[in-house]
């Protein structure tokens, strides 16, 4: 059996912040976006009368994130995850200027951990929260220590 991640979802409240933040600020591009709903839809995701935009986001290498903006379902318009909290805890990318990501987090209002050195001393490193409170670890690479 062959098994390779093909991207990862996260539900957004505010799209046009989400794509925002993670475009503009993090350098991901838009791949496509899509206006998605009907009755198959609605069967695998296990929900009645399911509308939702899609936006599928790419990096550099390939790796796709995608935001989903419900319109048919709510739920609560932050998560309130700690870094410990049980199941998906956060998204960590590879980036060029830890600092200045962090400098554009701030400028948009959001606020981040202080950047340290990682304990096998590869990166610098540190931990934002996105739009909808996701954490975000943003990690630059000082030496080569693997992944």
Not at 44 to 54: I, N, S, Y
Not at 77 to 102: F, K, M, N, Q
Not at 128 to 141: F, K, N, S, T
Request: a negative charge.
């Amino acid at each position: 059996m062959s098994t390779t991640l093909r991207h990862t979802g996260l539900v957004v409240v505010d799209l046009d912040r989400a794509i925002e933040f993670w475009c503009d600020t993090l350098g991901l591009k838009v791949l496509r976006r899509m206006e998605e709903s009907g009755r198959d839809l609605a069967s695998v995701m296990g929900l009645e009368d399911v509308t939702v935009t899609t936006v599928k986001l790419i990096d550099p290498n390939g790796g796709i994130l995608e935001l989903l903006r419900f319109h048919s379902h709510t739920d609560v318009p932050e998560w309130v995850g700690r870094i410990y909290s049980t199941g998906l805890s956060h998204v960590a990318l590879t980036v060029d200027d830890v600092d200045a990501i962090c400098q554009k987090v701030a400028e948009l209002g959001g606020s981040h951990n202080p950047v340290r050195l990682s304990s096998d001393g590869g990166a610098k490193m540190t931990f934002c929260r996105g739009p909808e409170g996701v954490l975000v670890e943003l990690v630059e690479l000082v030496k080569d220590v693997g992944p």
